[in-house]
């Protein structure tokens, strides 16, 4: 049974920075692209990052490029998303997800790629 345990949200101050954690169970990360997303109050989710370990892509959605690092350790099976320079843009609850299907070439942030979902975590960033 595929799950997931995302920990490592909280409040954090504008300029601060936070690190989530994915830890899968059910799947080898190996196999899988993983992504997080995020939603904010009445708005849509939207792709933040994601890691494809076969051939160690990785992608970032604009608004995070350059402040947002995504990691993995298949030791632990855990995907991390590290957050620095947070804004208050950045709250939203984060999720992660897995892809449909295994071992594709690339990594992309289409919603639709991706198939069963974490419970998610708050991330809020306020002075």
């Known amino acids: 049974q595929v799950q997931f345990v995302e920990l490592g949200g909280g409040l954090v101050q504008p300029g601060g920075s936070l690190r989530l954690s994915c830890a899968a169970s059910?799947?080898?990360?190996?196999?899988?692209?993983i992504g997080w997303f995020r939603q904010a109050p009445g708005k849509e989710r939207e792709g933040v990052s994601c890691?494809?370990?076969?051939?160690?892509?990785?992608n970032y959605g604009d608004s995070v490029k350059g402040r947002f690092t995504i990691s993995r350790d298949s030791r632990k099976n855990t995907v991390y998303l590290q957050m620095n320079s947070l804004k208050a843009e950045d709250t939203a609850v984060y999720y992660c997800a897995r892809s449909l299907i295994p071992r594709t070439a690339g990594c992309y942030l289409g919603r639709g790629l991706y198939g069963y979902w974490g419970q998610g975590t708050q991330v809020t960033v306020s002075a």
């Open positions: 059910g799947f080898s990360l190996d196999d899988y692209t």
């Open positions: 890691i494809q370990v076969t051939d160690g892509s990785t």
